[in-house]
């Protein structure tokens, strides 16, 4: 939970000047210092890929983890929740008499009398983010909000003593399952005392108590946006749990002026397509969907490069069409899984004695990194919708010649396929969990080491071979 003290900046629209609330947020960057922003590129530290300790090499591969490398929707989508912001905060000026009546009337009363700068009208947006599990929705949507403060705090502007010291600008929670308004309410509730570090509040009983709760906390704190996540838990049935909820969310835009970010896994996307007063809403101030990349694009292109760059072999191994191609089919372009692929490659290979990345080490590093993942409909869906385009030659010339100058020697390594014609069936058995079943006879070492040459008898039942050539020929 990060919290500033205010730092003013005087705002570009005139409407927007005099207001602290947006005054305090940072002032209008280009996109290529917000891009730089949301970027980090972990240390190198190229001498230890000579570390004596491979122990030492494996350890740095955690900083794999850290690298961001942010894409063109970052841009789009951090300009969106900005704009959602302002927007909110626009009809909230703490100077203002129209807010003062907003602070201190229900939402369903008013005064007889007007404010001199008339009554509250809320200015509040919906965002909508949509895309697969794996695709990089969270690690941007972290990056973005955390390039605003959760909390500023406020005491002197321009001479006016702050009244209301704290302004949270956004708060994330996810999206109760069920579709249940009290579990949202409570979890709201929670963090808004979180971020503003008091004690816990102690839920009212019935719904019509909490929400006024909740009311009087996200007035009081001057939220700035609400972003719920994991909204794919949200569906339309008949138990009328959704309607409920879409209603309270609806109350949060159109009574207190708060800008909504849905973030969630399709088919939200098409859940929210059922109801035109939800679809509208929800893409008020934006709708985006993010896909897993696609091998020939840019983002795809400038991702691979950084992320192989960060490697602590001792060995390195260009990039060649065939790697990178063979990293995509197994990732499917899911940036999580390119990871952990990348990364359990590298640790199988450290400390081996041939610290070379191939094809078959990328596919064998998959079975340990995406064993799960690999198996779901997801990921079979998304080898459908993206598949690997086709090259005529997946491999430069002078890529290949240098993989070919490194090293000639054959390393015995019993974790690393060393023989691609049976590379396949190798990996089915590693990774089989009914091996014992697939054993036709699991008695006969027990019974070679009964017999006074176990060897021939090993050769008898096919099982110990001298000459491959000869038999398999």
Known sequence: MRKEKATYHKAILPEHQGNPLIEALKPKASQEK???AFSYYPELDEDIRQHPDPLVREEYTLRLKHLRQPLPIYYKCFRAIEDAIKAGYSAK?????????????????????????GYFEPKGDGITLVGESGVGKSSMLEQILNYFPNVIEHDNYFGHVMEHKYQVVWLKVDCPNKSSVRDLCEEILAALDLAIGNERTIPKSTIGGLNRQIEQKIKASFLGILVIDEMQRFEFNRTGGEVSLLNFLHSLVNNLGVPLFFCANPPFNKTLAKKLKAARRAESGGYF??????????????FINELWDLHWTNITTELTNELNDKLFELSVGNLDMAHRIYRQAQKQVIGSGDERITTAVLEHAYI????????TDEVATLREKNPLPRRENRQSPSSAKTTQEVDKRVIGDITRPQHHEFESQLRDLQNAVDL?????????LRRAEDESDPLK???????LCDSPLEQFG
């Open 34 to 36: 917000v891009m730089e």
């Open 436 to 444: 014992p079943a697939k054993i036709a006879d699991p008695d006969l």
């Open 368 to 375: 340990s990194a995406c064993g799960l993942s690999s198996k």
């Open 289 to 302: 969907e993010m896909d897993a990349l696609a091998r020939d694009s840019d983002g795809w292109d400038c």
């Open 93 to 117: 000026n703490p100077l203002s008499p129209t807010t003062s009546q907003f602070l201190h009337y229900p939402l369903d009363q008013r005064p007889d009398i007007p404010p001199s700068t």
């Open 457 to 463: 008898y090993l050769r008898q039942h096919r099982i």
